[in-house]
Structures are given as structure tokens and as C-alpha cells.
């Protein structure tokens, strides 16, 4: 125990000192005191925190701040891979971010996962292509792909589509991996978490294809550094719909029952 109570003091001085000396890359209305109060707190139930090297602790958490994303309410995460902790945000954390930094305006982004029994159709309605998703209600059927849709203010939509098999060859290929063992983040093998992978994987390429305007280098790096897998190494083909083949891509426009099911 007082080899942790030292470990985090450290952290403490080290995350402190680089929140001041880069506070000019902060976001606006970022809170300084409530950050560093939140990231300790996590840090402190974070298992074996002892054997990691302080300074690199420090810089990981600053990458949180950079974006203006909370650690302790779970829009990001310090995630063990070996000997090193590396930054990794959230779904809701994800959301936050294309919200807030696309080009043009947001009115909302979700991602969802479509299991076995759910209703998932793209059709041609009057020669644009739409979407429809009705899911089954308490469904904790096989998963058999997900999908983004961002709907933009001025009422125009884009969305993207991936199998299970997309999705598990994403994690196999480009994810991170912890380089002692070879494994996997834990939200990768946790069945309860999973879904969030799949829906972070699908919004995360749906990202692509949204112009996103940091204010400075730090977040753009930060948010690059926070994708748990690259996609930069994936060309992306032309879309085409996973569950429809014959859908491809085009302007899309969101109907009255293509609404977040919440």
C-alpha cells in the first residue's frame, strides 16, 4: 500500500505539472481541478499501478485531457497492454467527439449492434437509399454485424455497415495487442462489453467519413493515438451493406423510423 500511496504521488506531481506547462492546448471550459481529481481517482483502483513508470502514466492521462474526455466517467480508459498503460476512448466518448469537432453541424451519432431476430432493412425509397432498424425487444441473440448512422443538422445522413467477421478481422489484424502475452484488451473477451467494441469499431470507421476541425495538434494526435485499432492500414472499399449487398453508397436521408431506438 505505501508503495502505491508513493506511485500515485508521483503520478499526481508529474500529471499536474504537464496539465499546467500544456494548458494552452486545453479545450475550453476545461476544468484542471475536477481532471485531475477524477484521472487519481481511477488511477488509484487501477490494479498493480505500481509498476508503471510515472511519467508515461502521466502522459497517457493527458491524452484524456487534450479532448476534454473523462477518465473516472468512463469516455476513455488507461488500458494495460505489458508494462505500459495506453489511452483508449469509449463509445460515449466517441460520440462526444464527432459532436463536438465535425465540420458540419451534428444533430446525433449512435452506433448499434443488429443480433439475430433484430429487423435491419436498407432499401431505395423514391432513388435515395434509407434505413430501418427495429430491434427485438431484451434480444441477447448471436450478434451478426453493427452499424453508425450520423444524422447532420441540416437534415441529410451517412451511416456504415459491418459483419461480425468485419469486425473480428479488424480486432485480429490492426487491433492493439499486449505485447508480452499477444492478447487482447480485456472489452474485447468480456461478453458483456463486447457490443461496445463492435459499436466503437463501426463508429470509429464511420469516422472516416466525417470531417472532424480539432482546435490543436494534441487532440488530432490524441484522438489518432485513441483508436484501438488502425484503420489507416484497412482501405475502406466503396460501402456496401453487409446485410444488403446490393445497397452502395450514396446521399442518404434519414427516415421517420430510422430514429435512435434508444
Not at 464511420?206 to 488530432?220: G, M, R, S, W
Request: negative net charge; hydrophobic residues 35%.
Amino acid at each position: 500500500m505505501a508503495q502505491q500511496n508513493s506511485q500515485l504521488s508521483v503520478i499526481h506531481k508529474n500529471l499536474d505539472s504537464l496539465l499546467e506547462s500544456k494548458r494552452e492546448a486545453m479545450p475550453s471550459g476545461f476544468n484542471k481541478t475536477r481532471f485531475l481529481q477524477n484521472s487519481m481517482a481511477v488511477l488509484q483502483d487501477t490494479y498493480n499501478i505500481e509498476k508503471y513508470e510515472p511519467t508515461s502514466v502521466a502522459r497517457t492521462m493527458l491524452k484524456g485531457a487534450f479532448l476534454g474526455l473523462d477518465f473516472f466517467n468512463k469516455e476513455c480508459y488507461a488500458v494495460p497492454y505489458g508494462n505500459t498503460l495506453q489511452f483508449q476512448t469509449d463509445y460515449k466518448g466517441e460520440k462526444k467527439l464527432a459532436k463536438k469537432y465535425s465540420v458540419r453541424p451534428v444533430k446525433d451519432i449512435y452506433a448499434k449492434v443488429v443480433r439475430e431476430g433484430d429487423e435491419f432493412i436498407e432499401e431505395i425509397v423514391h432513388g435515395k437509399p434509407s434505413v430501418s432498424f427495429k430491434p427485438k425487444s431484451f434480444n441477447n441473440g448471436e450478434i451478426l454485424g453493427a452499424f453508425a448512422v450520423v444524422l447532420y443538422v441540416d437534415g441529410t445522413m451517412d451511416y456504415d455497415t459491418m459483419t461480425s467477421q468485419d469486425i473480428e478481422d479488424i480486432k485480429n489484424n490492426f487491433s492493439k495487442k499486449n505485447k508480452d502475452t499477444g492478447q487482447f484488451s480485456k472489452a474485447w473477451t468480456i461478453e458483456a462489453t463486447k457490443p461496445e467494441m463492435y459499436k466503437k469499431t463501426v463508429l470509429r470507421r464511420l469516422c472516416k467519413n466525417i470531417e472532424l476541425d480539432f482546435d490543436t495538434i494534441e487532440q488530432k494526435k490524441a484522438f489518432e493515438d485513441a483508436a484501438d485499432m488502425d484503420f489507416n492500414q484497412d482501405p475502406k472499399p466503396k460501402q456496401q451493406s453487409p446485410f444488403n449487398p446490393s445497397v452502395v453508397e450514396a446521399e442518404y436521408e434519414v427516415l421517420p423510423d430510422a430514429a435512435d431506438q434508444g
